[in-house]
Each structure stands twice: as C-alpha cells, then as structure tokens.
C-alpha cells in the first residue's frame, strides 16, 4: 500500500487516479471508475467525483493507493 499526500481537505478520485499515476487522462480516470474497476475502501466506486479524505484507501489494477 502506497501513501499519497494531498494539501487540501479532500481529493476528487478522478484526480486521485491520475495523481497516483494509474491513469494519464481523466478520460481513462472516468472509464475506469464507471466500468467498475475502482475500489474506495473495499467497496466498488462508480462515482468519479467521491470525494476522497486523508485515511481513505483505493484500488485499481492490483494496487492499492492511501490519501494522507
């Protein structure tokens, strides 16, 4: 489990994805998320716009991401 720092109260996973680098547009960010391939703390995320806090966890292709 990777650690990613934000310097804001929260992150939009869509952005979340392309600031872990798993994705390089946010077309591929919005692809992804509504095919179901995202999982925000255990669970399946279809919402590209959840907003992420510190703590919260996601995963995608076999990784799994922390915001700090």
């Known amino acids: 489990m990777e650690k990613i720092k934000i310097n804001t109260e929260f992150i939009r996973l869509d952005s979340f994805l392309k600031l872990t680098g798993l994705v390089d547009t946010g077309g591929q960010a919005k692809f992804a998320v509504q095919q ?28 799994t991401f922390v915001v700090e």
């Open 36 to 63: 179901g391939e995202v999982q925000v703390n255990g669970q399946v995320c279809t919402m590209r716009g959840k907003k992420l806090y510190p703590g919260d966890n996601t995963s995608y292709l076999g990784k």
